[in-house]
């Protein structure tokens, strides 16, 4: 497909997820990115990502291939500075979940729920019904990961019965450290 050929509304449309919610009705109103641009500007849509995409695409990224992904890069940039300055002053965990398989035996997949929490600069990580000594059940972070003194270090509390953990540095991991053979 040459570029002149693409239509930049119906390839927006199909990338977003749950674009199927939108209200929109693919076949007419990605017919070409004016189309789909009067749509979201004339219509609510309940959607206020989808219509900045589709309005950036336009407005700021010319209507072209290129325009569109130059401006959404600028506005991923902006989020992500908005995001690192919010980080360290964030309290909510943020739920993971893991499938954890056994790779010594044909044993059937484990799945393990992870609370993961980034505060003051530190990542806590509590796998489900794990721990530590000082905390109640459910209510403990058994690994973080930080950086102290200028080194990347891992923390653990590897047994439920001692307050002291065991504090992994990570300095010999660095890339830079590789021996060339």
Known sequence: MCKSSINLAR???DAYPDADLLGIDPE???R???TLYS??????LGDGLFTFIVVESVEGGEGTVDGAIRVLERAREDITAVLQTMMPYASKVRPVELTLRELGSPSPAHNVGVDVLCEHGKLWIRPEGYGDA???DGQGWPVALEVWQGRLRVIV???INSEDPHIIDMEKARESNRETR
């Open 11 to 13: 390839v927006i449309y």
């Open 134 to 136: 000082c905390s109640a």
């Open 39 to 44: 749509k979201v500007t004339e219509d609510t």
């Open 32 to 34: 070409s990115l004016d």
């Open 157 to 159: 509390f590897d047994d």
């Open 28 to 30: 007419q109103d990605c």
